[in-house]
């Protein structure tokens, strides 16, 4: 079956530590994206990458890194200079210009 | 700056009866519309989109209408059900930048027996 997997589903971190969450997609899609999702505020861009070593920051990159060494995986790092970690991360993909991009089920990054 | 708004967090609705969501846009370059429904803990799933040339589309109970002139567009879902309740994200995708999608902060739909 073709699709995006996000690892782990919970996460729990302590403050100061960085922490990397994994987004694979099997569905030969060039363009990657990871989006934050906090109450009231929808999907906010982190990162996105079109194409295997390169990516661009989204509308809220600080305090965050990425990698595009593989098509299949981009993963995130969520690093100690991210102020507000705590929340849901949605990793998406797509295929060249089509129109809709596709979620993984997310991960749910709670820092304490 | 959010360009994308969907200024009803939540709309409850009784089972049977037209769900009518609202988003407002201020890009006029956007040149995509999409909706997509989420459920709690769960990635979002597309629904429905629209291209900017067009005003209406349609699929099954879902009906997506764009009036380019006022920056809006909107979802209907007809008829109504329970398997419907979720948050609804509006998305609108730029066309000069690869079409990254902006999304709204969503709206909360409840359908009541």
């Known amino acids: 079956d073709g699709g995006i997997t996000q690892s782990p589903k919970y996460l729990f971190r302590k403050e100061g530590q960085n922490v990397t969450l994994s987004c694979e997609q099997n569905?030969?899609?060039?363009?990657m994206y990871w989006y934050r999702q906090d109450p009231g505020q929808g999907l906010r861009l982190i990162y996105y990458?079109?194409?295997?070593?390169?990516?661009q920051k989204g509308d809220i990159a600080e305090g965050y890194s990425v990698s595009r060494e593989k098509k299949e995986s981009f993963p995130l790092t969520v690093t100690s200079a991210q102020k507000n970690p705590t929340a849901f991360y949605l990793c998406?993909?797509?295929?060249?210009?089509?129109?809709?991009?596709?979620f993984g089920q997310g991960t749910r990054l709670t820092v304490v | 700056d959010q360009q994308v708004k969907q200024n009803s967090p939540s709309l409850s609705v009784q089972e049977g009866r037209i769900s009518i969501l609202n988003c407002d846009y201020t890009?006029?370059?956007?040149?995509?519309f999409l909706w997509y429904k989420k459920y709690p803990a769960e990635g979002p799933t597309f629904l429905i989109s629209?291209?900017?040339?067009?005003d209406k589309n349609e699929d099954g109970r879902f009906t997506v209408f764009l009036n380019k002139s006022a920056k809006h567009l909107s979802l209907h879902i007809v008829p109504s059900q329970p398997g419907d309740s979720a948050v609804y994200f509006c998305?609108?995708?730029?066309?000069?930048?690869?079409?990254?999608?902006?999304f709204g902060a969503g709206t909360q739909v409840v359908v009541t027996p």
């Open positions: 990458s079109q194409i295997v070593n390169d990516f």
């Open positions: 890009n006029s370059m956007f040149d995509y």
């Open positions: 998305a609108a995708r730029g066309a000069g930048s690869w079409g990254k999608l902006q």
């Open positions: 998406a993909s797509r295929l060249d210009r089509a129109t809709e991009a596709f």
């Open positions: 569905l030969n899609h060039d363009a």
């Open positions: 629209i291209s900017s040339i067009k």
